[in-house]
């Protein structure tokens, strides 16, 4: 199991671009780096997944470097409706996904 | 869009009592699971369940912890004499398609607040 590290915690004005990077050393070779969003009181919502180089939805990006030991997530023009707890998880094949403590975005008007 | 609804929304019972929470998963979701979270705390895996069967539990699924699927559509989780410390959000999480590479990508519910008295 990758182990993560990532800021406890953020803090981005509205309108900017925030990018919140997680760093998973010993990831597998065959895991994938996914990121969930956890509002208050409700469930974790996947918001991007990908393997290596640069995955965009209209959501997010999501930047993976060559060696994959880290991987960024970017919020274009963040809004207040972003604050959250974001989840950075590397996992693959049959591992159950596992939540760490993530990064907790606070947007500031 | 599909989404995983529990029920209830919020629970309160007496220490000692059974429970049952309950959940309908993304229809053509072949993967099933639950994860609680302790207010301020991690979200915790608890079950998955695949194939009707379990296929992984954590430490805290012991004996007084069940799952089951009774039918085509729900998926519930079974806490058969409550302590206090089971007092959490519980979540409800499905997956999809067959695991051909790539990381799961769950789907959660809005969840169960269960409050022990």
């Known amino acids: 199991l990758a182990k993560t590290t990532q800021p406890i915690s953020m803090d981005s004005y509205e309108g900017q671009e925030v990018n919140i990077t997680c760093s998973h050393n010993?990831?597998?070779?065959?895991?994938?780096i996914t990121w969930y969003q956890q509002f208050p009181s409700q469930g974790p919502r996947f918001i991007i997944q990908?393997?290596?180089t640069k995955v965009t939805n209209e959501v997010a990006s999501l930047f993976i470097p060559a060696d994959r030991k880290s991987s960024t997530l970017s919020l274009p023009r963040v809004s207040l409706s972003d604050t959250a707890v974001y989840y950075c998880?590397?996992?693959?094949?049959?591992?159950?996904?596992?939540f760490g403590t993530g990064t907790k975005l606070q947007v500031i008007p | 869009e599909p989404e995983v609804t529990q029920t209830p929304s919020h629970q309160v019972t007496q220490m000692g009592q059974e429970v049952i929470l309950r959940c309908v998963p993304i229809?053509?979701?072949?993967?099933f699971y639950w994860y609680r979270q302790i207010l301020g705390q991690k979200v915790e895996f608890l079950v998955s369940?695949?194939?009707?069967?379990?296929?992984?539990k954590s430490e805290i699924f012991d004996d007084q912890f069940s799952v089951e699927r009774p039918d085509g559509s729900n998926f519930t989780l079974k806490i058969r004499s409550t302590k206090l410390e089971d007092s959490a959000m519980y979540f409800c999480?499905?997956?999809?398609?067959?695991?051909?590479?790539?990381?799961?990508?769950?789907?959660f519910g809005s969840g169960t607040q269960l409050s022990v008295l």
């Open positions: 999480a499905s997956s999809g398609t067959l695991r051909q590479g790539g990381g799961e990508k769950l789907f």
């Open positions: 010993n990831i597998a070779t065959n895991d994938y």
């Open positions: 990908g393997y290596k």
């Open positions: 998880i590397p996992s693959g094949g049959y591992q159950k996904v596992t």
């Open positions: 229809s053509n979701h072949l993967y």
């Open positions: 369940f695949y194939n009707n069967e379990i296929s992984e």
